[in-house]
């Protein structure tokens, strides 16, 4: 199973990543979000998705709407769903 983790601390750049979730799930990706928002984290949280401390975990794929140094091939969140829609 590939993990994906997905960065953000955009509620608008959540909503159009959670718009592919269930099918990323149906696919067998484990997908789990990363966030310095506390309340990005609360509102995930309730909708039982896997929110979790960047650094503590180990995904396949990257994808942030953020540059971080700690992930330099992280995609973009345009680049990602760009790939989901072709």
Same mark, same amino acid.
Request: aromatic letters at 12%; proline letters at 2%; hydrophobic letters at 40%.
């Given at each position: 199973? #590939? ?12 909503? $159009? ?8 799930? $149906? ?11 506390? #309340? ?47």
């Amino acid at each position: 199973m #590939e993990k994906i983790l997905f960065y953000t601390n955009k509620w608008d750049s959540v909503k $159009q990543f959670v718009e592919h979730y269930n099918n990323l799930l $149906q696919n067998g990706y484990e997908v789990a979000f990363a966030t310095d928002s506390i #309340e990005i984290a609360k509102r995930l949280g309730m909708g039982k998705m896997l929110v979790l401390k960047l650094g503590n975990y180990t995904p396949d794929i990257m994808v942030s709407d953020t540059k971080l140094s700690e992930y330099p091939n992280a995609l973009s969140l345009d680049k990602f769903l760009e790939v989901l829609n072709e």
